[in-house]
């Protein structure tokens, strides 16, 4: 599971008002170097969840270099996109756990796929 999914996943279970963004509690990971595109990362910065992004490049150990609170000029800057890229596209969490920062509810990571599906009393 990439960053970039990370960002679009929250906790759909019953009750939960506040299940975005999942904690991400990573046990084995894995770099895949992606080719750079400047402008694929403009546009998926504007899509994202930046704080989200952040929070979970932070459980990562990514976000040295990315800063905290993205300013027009860091969406210019090479250098930082490229950080971006590398913590969005590049690492993998083949292991883990996503945690809803509501209920407490655990969801699995396993062999890259994150399993969301609720028990029949969490519908």
């Known amino acids: 599971m990439r960053l970039i999914t ?17 904690l991400l509690k990573a046990e084995e990971t894995e770099v895949v170097a992606s080719d750079f595109n400047a402008d ?20 990562l150990n990514l976000a040295d270099g990315l800063p905290a609170v993205l300013s027009d000029a860091d969406k210019t800057n ?5 950080k971006v890229h590398h913590a969005l596209l590049d690492v993998h969490v083949k292991k883990g ?27």
């Open 6 to 22: 990370h960002n679009m996943l929250y906790c759909n279970k019953k009750g939960v008002v506040n299940g975005f963004p999942l």
């Open 78 to 82: 090479d250098d930082v996109l490229k």
């Open 97 to 123: 756990t996503l945690v809803c920062p509501e209920s407490g509810r655990e969801f699995p990571i396993v062999d890259g796929i994150p399993n969301m599906l609720l028990r029949e009393d969490e519908v």
């Open 40 to 59: 694929f990362v403009r546009k998926m910065l504007v899509k994202i969840d930046y704080a989200a992004f952040h929070g979970a490049a932070s459980s």
